[in-house]
């Protein structure tokens, strides 16, 4: 007679290693730049761009031209506007539609975390989300992350 006991024993103990490594490797976050980066969205050549640096004016993309408005330091899990030093991306509470800037405070809704798909999800759970095409002055904002083209971006040294 097979002793199940230790099976089930040893089953248990490599399904917790397994667990363990999951875990560990949904955890790791990708490397930050050691400078100022671009967001590029997979949409073409339009970047994140903070074009005013009032407090809650939508953040939008526009067409990538290396200014400071569109590039961003990575300070932990948030990404400060470089034009607008102090600000940062904050994700839509219930009173607003759009990403905007806000004051550096380190709270759940500017965590964000680039994943190695090109999500760039948001602590809250969801994904920062170009809401329309690739013109000009579109809105950002964040939706339940899926695959579409519309929440792909690439961070640009």
Not at 5 to 34: E, N, Q, T
Not at 56 to 63: F, G
Not at 109 to 129: A, F, V
Request: net charge negative; hydrophobic share 40%.
């Amino acid at each position: 007679m097979r002793n199940f006991r230790s099976i089930g024993g040893a089953f248990v103990a490599v399904a917790a290693a397994a667990a363990v490594a999951g875990i560990a490797g949904l955890s790791a976050a990708p490397a930050h730049a050691d400078g100022p980066v671009q967001v590029k969205s997979r949409m073409g050549d339009v970047c994140l761009d903070a074009p005013d640096g009032s407090w809650l004016t939508a953040v939008v993309v526009n067409p990538c031209n290396g200014s400071d408005s569109q590039r961003w330091n990575q300070n932990g899990e948030q990404l400060e506007s470089v034009a607008f030093a102090g600000n940062c991306l904050t994700s839509p509470n219930e009173d607003r539609w759009t990403a905007h800037l806000g004051p550096c405070l380190n709270w759940y809704n500017q965590h964000w975390n680039p994943q190695p798909n090109g999500h760039i999800m948001i602590s809250l759970d969801g994904c920062l989300t170009v809401l329309g095409g690739p013109n000009p002055g579109t809105w950002v904002s964040t939706r339940f992350c899926g695959g579409d083209v519309d929440q792909g971006w690439d961070l640009v040294a």
